[in-house]
């Protein structure tokens, strides 16, 4: 969520999404001014730092942790899945339960489709003792 804010445009929509069929799944995006580099931000995901910032000294500075150990809560202590995209195909489903269907929580902004997106998609199995 932190990563949506940070990279929304003014006036955009940050749209969030939680379902529970057989796994948890919880997915954000909104409408950025530009497509992410989305391989960058799959290796802060796996290394914690960013490309160009590799050597010790500037890996201190924390840039890209929150989502390095995000990703490893996610992936080794609940065996799951965090995934980052970054375009305008991939968007939250409009899927609703009833009682949310009817329910608007605030007005809608610079709605276009082919706008890009920072889309995160974090999937948790569930296991049922």
């Known amino acids: ?4 804010i940070q990279y929304a445009t003014p006036n955009s929509n940050i749209r969030a999404k939680l379902t529970l069929d057989d796994h948890l ?16 931000l799959n290796y802060l995901l796996r290394k914690g730092y960013k490309k160009e910032k590799s050597n010790e ?7 890209g942790l929150g989502l390095y150990f995000v990703n490893k809560a996610v992936r ?25 269907q009817t329910r608007t929580y605030s007005p809608e902004f ?15 199995p569930l296991i049922v003792l």
Not at 1 to 4: D, H, V
Not at 25 to 40: G, K, R
Not at 76 to 94: M, P, Q, T, V, W
Request: aromatic share 10%; no cysteine.
């Open 76 to 100: 080794n202590a609940f065996r799951g899945k965090l995934e980052i995209r970054s375009d305008y195909k991939k968007r939250i489903g409009s899927n609703q339960s009833p009682e949310y």
């Open 57 to 63: 000294e500037k890996r201190l500075r924390n840039e």
């Open 110 to 124: 610079n709605v276009q489709e082919n706008y890009p997106l920072f889309y995160a998609r974090v999937k948790i």
């Open 1 to 4: 969520i932190g990563n949506a």
């Open 25 to 40: 799944l919880f997915e954000v995006q909104n409408q950025i001014p530009n497509v992410l580099d989305t391989e960058e």
